[in-house]
């Protein structure tokens, strides 16, 4: 008899942002503004436990809820009571307050433990469900670091689950394509991409909810060893809002516009695709190399760094150029020079910082490269470029950390994308991507060459590895990076962090994070934001071969059968015309799409390729291997059309390179619609012929 | 889960958590603290289903409190919702675009004269947000113990063979747009109740189909008005100018001007809201003639008048809404033929549902609240005998204030449904006075008829449902239904264009593939003015999913 935890978290309701929850002074969004909800995913992974109960046909298995939070996230207890789960703990303590993922998922492992003692007694046949990711912070590291906390192992991205008699045998996601897994061993951690039916509350069950009572445990009660702000290993130094969109969203009124825009734009070049913040970084010079010690102006914060160029201003006056002679005559001049802007401490810390030329970390830049079928996954030359250029700035090398087998021819290519080192492991146990055994590979080789950065690509396989890396050689991870740029937080005595930018609450926010008590500073980045640099075949690098001892045992899971796309797809085309849920059938998708694509390759003279939203190819309208988004295929064409697209999040991102979006979409209100150039309100059964036959006309 | 106790059962089952049906569980709270009431709402959230002006006449809402939760005149939420005190009460008279006559004394001298119209005076009543008071009176009602349940659609109403209600059924769940059980279905519970409040607001579902079923009759047809609302955030300067404590209301354009029309009953407002924010409507008679009318194209041309338009340029819409307003007075309240009840044996029909709306005052909230304590009351005095509950209920509405009011309005509204705006204005003066006629449900009235003052651009209707912020469940079945698509096909479109098409504040009605449909239900608002003004009488509303429609927070 299997039992289900299931993880619910409370996160604010950021699809219905009013005017008024914005910061009228720093535009930043105020969380406390909205209303508090379940987190959607969770919802579904909740009544993913619920069907992969009724599949067993196990009427008797308990489902128990689980959530960590301020008391008031005995809400989204309520709502697992009101559904199906009949048990429900409350994980609330200030003192678990503040936590970054590792905080999060250590406290949460704990209190899975004392589930399993009090509630289950012991009985190790129990699942642990949660919904993939959260949408307030979008980082998806919370379940696979429990996972490794309890040792346990972890399948990710899961969309449908079969019984088989004696065990469940899951489908999830994986890139290019999707694959029927089972664990070798059970208790098993199941993180669900999307599950279409969520529950209803009944109206017994939601009265029965509001008067049962909760097991509320605190910090005492599970003894976790990592928790709050003491026990993250990253913390936010920044949060401000989102730079404004440089998508134009222009409404047209119907094809024949349409088809101008589209023709125009594409000889012309939209000029205005979103580079992010790395465009904007200045190179990173560090401190020893710089010509003037009082030169700081690489500061982590806009604060600190207005008070290092005051003081540097004033200290220029003054005409004090020995930081080591000031005494505590000169010290009372400067501060009354500052206009008092300073306390004393303040004052003391900033000119020991003065002093400070040493990098806080030391190492190699390490890229983990990810691959299949021997090709290397181009996000991973994009974060090769990247480390290029921190390792450039921090005046060290770049390594790639490649595990697999078979997998050393590989090394040259990675060499000419920027890489100095090429560590490679190859095991024939590492042929086929097992977290367990990747994770077992990849953190060996950190703690032996200790990196002071590593970055992977935030592709569904990198946001499973590397939580669990990092959470294994206890430093800090942040996920889904936009921004990774060096800085000196000089004043609390660092220099050379790196500092990582992501968007936050459904890219309502932006947030600067920074790494603390870690060995090494971890980050994945997500693909089509950083810019691959032009490879470079007469660069020289070295490959080190690195051992790791695999059993059997490293295996986690049993791969029943993988399903990669049909066809050969060229993401790499110039027009991308993609198909979404509005297409309503498969005859639809491959007769509109199939014609915009011929017309619009005859009409610009282009290649062109078709591609999906992942509800597209989960309603059956075509295969996998068209998926664009974050799950899918991240691209970056000239042009990028978008028919019957909502416009969620997850597929925005895998856009965002993209130099012209057009969109068309019967509903008004689509998201898409502000994260794109031109748009047209209709079907695209009406619109689509329209548009063919005005492109045909010139 | 549910074990040893029997949790589809309760003693006071209240559907609508609107002022009526929450005055009822704060007032029997407070009456008898252990009953067992329970509240359910369609609504997402408490508030997000209610619109109004609104004002609020204090009386009945100050008793309610005073015996509920002495002290909360001092509460933060009282401070919040009640700070707008009316001090100034215009009423306007517009003529074409740009004129406009203040006809406040004429009130007065209504008012001192003992006529009728002279109750339209407000001063001293509070302009409040509907949506806030009711989430307020929710949370007294919970602390009080009472049940308030959110997301809950009932859908049908069990009514044995004396009368007597047995169940309230509510919709089923989980079916997909044809119809097919999802793997979440969940078919409608039924909840059992030894009383059973309908406090649903205009038109209810329950309401009409019981009055149906134990066979209620009102002497004249309900008659209808459609209200459409839209808070709009002023600069500060645009907002002291109004000033805080004012409300206006207005006649004659765009909706009735002399001689050559158009004309049609209803008027404007202008309330001042919380700061910087003032709620502009337009209440329109459902018997408007004309094929091509839609409320918001008054509300167009009513924001576009130079009186309103100082206000409000320049503004932004932060929320908008609709509903309809019950109108047909004291005739059109469903009594039961032989006893009068209004109601029948333990079902008690309150508010909007039965239709207390003072046509004199324009105002109904107050009589909302009022019937919601009478209720109360008939149901503490019968707990050995609900079947008396309703009798009860009724001899008390009849002794009170409530029907004291709908008396002295009796024949208003139904005077200008006869005779027009014109004649039926100066003639309403007579009131009771005039023999009992016979007047056409609202639908009748339609003809070919064009309004003359159609704005040139259509109203953004997708604007305006996303500022409701209005939501269904994309795969449900439409709970819009046609009853017959050849009248469609054959009558109305060939002679009125259908209509709904145009009227349907939420652009729910398309016309796909040469046939009109109601095809983007997810849109709809609740207002049901497609149920009450399809010329053929051939749409049907039921309720979607429970947590669908509109997210009104401060209506």
Partial sequence: MSDYIVLVKQVPDVSQITDNAFDPESGTLIRTRLASVINELDAQALAFANYMKTKSGDADAGIIALTMGPPMAEEVLRYTLSRCAHKVVLLTDRALGGADTVATANPLAFAVRKIVREILKNDKDYFVISGMQSVDGDTAQVPP???????????????????????????RIISGGSQVVASKTMPVVVTVAKYEYPLFATFAATRWANQTELITWSSEDIKATHIGVKGSKTSVIRVFPPGKSTRKCRQLDGPAALAKAIMESFKSGNGESDTGADAQARGYVLPAKRADLLDRIFEATAKEQDDYELLSAKLRELGITDIDKIDEAARQKILSAAGDRFHKKTLDDMLSGYKLTE?????????????????????????????????????????????????????????????????????????????????????????????????????????????????????????????????????????????????????????????????????????????????????????????????????????????????????????????????????NYERLVGDLCAGLGKALDAQVEAGASRAAVEQGFTERVHQVGQTGTSIGPKLYVALGISGAIQHMIGVANTETIVAVNSDPNAPIFKQCDYYVVGTVEDTVPKLIQKLQSG | MPSNKDFNKVSVLVVGAGPAGLATAIQLKTLKPDIDVCVIEKALDLGNHNLSG?????????????????????????????????????????LGRKLAFNIFFAMKLGKALGLGFGQMIHKGDYSVSISKLTKWMAGIAKCMGAEVLTGFAAQEIMVDHSGRATAVKLVDQGLDKEGNKQPNYVEGELIQADFVVLAEGCDGLLTEQFIEKVQLKRQRPQLYSVG??????????????????????????????????????????????????????????????????????????????KFVNQFI?????????????????????PRDPETGAIGKANVMILGDSAGFVNMLKIKGLHNAIDSGMQAAKAIAESL????????????SIDASNVAKEMKSARSFRHVIAKFGPLQGMPLSVFGGLLPQFKVEPDYQAMTVANYRLKPNQNFDKDTFTAVAATEHREEEPSHLTIRDR?????????????????????????????????????????????????????????????????RYKRM
């Fill in chain 2, 486 to 550: 050849t009248i469609c096909r054959t009558k109305c479109t060939p002679i009125f264009n259908s209509p709904c098409i145009t009227f349907c504040p939420a652009g729910v009605y398309e016309t796909i593939h040469d046939e009109v449909k109601p095809a983007n239900p997810s849109n709809c608002l609740h207002c049901k003015t497609c149920q009450r003004k399809c010329p053929f009488d051939n749409i049907r509303w039921t309720v979607p999913e429970g947590g669908g429609g509109p």
């Fill in chain 2, 54 to 94: 609104a004002v609020l006449e204090p009386e009945p809402f100050h008793t309610l409190m005073n015996a509920a939760a002495p002290g909360w005149r001092d509460s933060e939420p009282a401070k919040d919702i009640l700070a707008n005190v009316i001090d100034k009460d215009d009423i306007m008279f517009l």
């Fill in chain 2, 313 to 333: 340029e320049g503004g932004t819409v932060v929320e908008a809404g609709v509903k309809m307003i019950p109108e047909g007075g004291y005739y059109a309240i």
């Fill in chain 1, 359 to 587: 990098p806080a970390f030391k190492g190699e830049v390490w890229v983990v490269a990810e691959h299949s079928a021997g090709v290397v996954h181009p996000a991973t030359f994009e974060l090769t470029g990247k480390a290029r250029d921190l390792a450039d700035s921090l005046e060290t090398k770049v390594g790639v950390c490649l595990a697999g087998y078979k997998v050393e021819q590989m090394a040259k290519e990675l060499i000419a994308a920027g890489a100095d080192n090429v560590y490679v492991i190859e095991d024939k146990l590492l042929e086929v991507f097992d977290p367990k055994a990747y994770r077992k590979a990849v953190a060996d080789a950190v703690a032996k060459f200790w990196p002071q950065i590593v970055l992977y690509a935030a592709t569904p396989q990198g946001r499973m590895l590397a939580p669990m890396v990092s959470y294994s050689v206890e430093c800090g991870l942040t996920a889904d990076c936009t921004g990774l740029d060096i800085k000196d937080s000089s004043r609390k005595g660092d220099i050379g962090l790196l500092l990582q930018t992501r968007p936050a609450l459904g890219g309502n926010v932006m947030a600067t994070i920074r790494t603390k008590n870690s060995r090494s500073q971890m980050a994945t980045a997500r693909p089509g934001v950083m810019k691959r640099i032009e490879p470079d075949e007469s660069r020289k690098g070295k490959v080190v071969r690195h051992k790791v001892e695999l059993t059997d045992d490293d295996i986690s899971l049993e791969i029943v059968k993988t399903e990669l796309g049909s066809g050969e797809v060229n993401f790499n085309a110039d027009v991308i015309v993609s198909g979404g849920k509005g297409m309503q059938s498969r005859d």
């Fill in chain 2, 228 to 305: 459409v609302k839209e808070l709009i955030a002023v600069s500060p300067e645009q907002y002291a100018k109004f000033t805080s404590g004012r409300v206006v209301h207005a006649m004659g354009y765009p909706i009735w001007t002399p001689v050559f029309g158009p004309g049609m009953f209803g008027g404007g407002i202008v309330y001042a809201g919380a700061k910087d924010h003032l709620s502009v409507g337009m209440i329109v008679g459902a018997d408007w003639k004309y094929c091509d009318f839609n409320v918001q194209d008054a509300l167009t041309n009513f924001k576009n008048h």
């Fill in chain 1, 145 to 171: 670091q429990m996972a490794e906390e309890l040792g346990l192992p972890c399948i990710a991205y899961v969309t449908d689950a079969e019984f088989k008699g004696d065990r469940f045998e899951f489908t």
């Fill in chain 2, 384 to 395: 050995e005998q609900p079947e008396t509950a309703a009798q009860k209920y009724t001899d």
